[in-house]
């Protein structure tokens, strides 16, 4: 079955960067893009962009284009969101979905909580 | 397009009809999703393209369009159903997505 594991949760100083995976199983990993979402507390979602692992291609909204970097490892399976000068309003839940073409949409990582302070 | 639009709030008694909509200009062209958010969880589908309904969601949720709008309609609203409610799709190019700003759905 298609599952996708997020890492871990971090506690970050602002300023800082933020690295989080997605490690992706149970389908073609480089076939389907993997776009990113965040979620503020008590917030809606939010998105950030996608990657598709087989050309590496990259959208950034353009809220977070000078700040974002998405990157895939194929031989792993695993996609990463990196997120630089971190701000503390960055403090969210941040997801991985799988995502096929234009709105198409299916799972979801468990999310990954970030939590920004001094 | 850049927005899609929801109301912030519904109410229903249990047993009622729950509709949610969701506008925007480019859901003539995109296919739209919704998805359930209960506290602590990630958002779990419910409706896909348009009116799809994945595997194990209960048959009292369906889906429907109309030119610039979406609607999602949970029939015999039961209390587990109190959650998040948000809609998803893409602008007009399919490159960027957009989300609703989410409907609280309140089981009175």
């Known amino acids: 079955q298609v599952q996708l594991v997020q890492s871990g949760a971090e506690a970050k100083k602002p300023g800082d960067s933020l690295k989080v995976s997605c490690t992706a199983s149970?389908?073609?990993?480089?076939?389907?893009?993997i776009h990113w979402v965040r979620q503020a507390p008590g917030q809606g979602l939010e998105w950030m962009g996608r990657i598709f692992p087989n050309s590496g291609v990259t959208n950034y909204a353009q809220k977070f284009q000078d700040r974002v970097t998405m990157t895939t490892d194929t031989s792993t399976s695993t996609a990463y969101m990196e997120l630089s000068s971190l701000k503390s309003d960055d403090t969210a839940v941040f997801y991985c979905?799988?995502?096929?073409?234009?709105?198409?949409?299916?799972?979801w990582g468990q999310g990954t909580l970030v939590t920004v302070s001094s | 397009s850049s927005e899609l639009s929801q109301p912030p709030s519904v109410s229903v008694s249990p047993g009622q009809t729950a509709r949610i909509t969701c506008s925007g200009d480019s859901l003539p062209k995109q296919k739209a999703y919704w998805y359930q958010q209960k506290p602590g969880q990630a958002p779990l589908q419910v409706i896909y393209k348009d009116s799809g309904r994945p595997s194990g969601i209960p048959e009292r949720f369906s889906g429907s369009t109309s030119e610039t709008t979406v609607t999602l309609t949970i029939s015999g609203v039961q209390a587990e159903d109190e959650a998040d409610y948000y809609c998803q799709s893409a602008d007009d190019s399919g490159t960027y997505w957009l989300f609703g700003g989410g409907t609280k759905l309140t089981v009175l």
């Open positions: 979905v799988r995502g096929g073409e234009g709105a198409q949409s299916d799972y």
């Open positions: 149970g389908y073609h990993f480089p076939g389907y893009y």
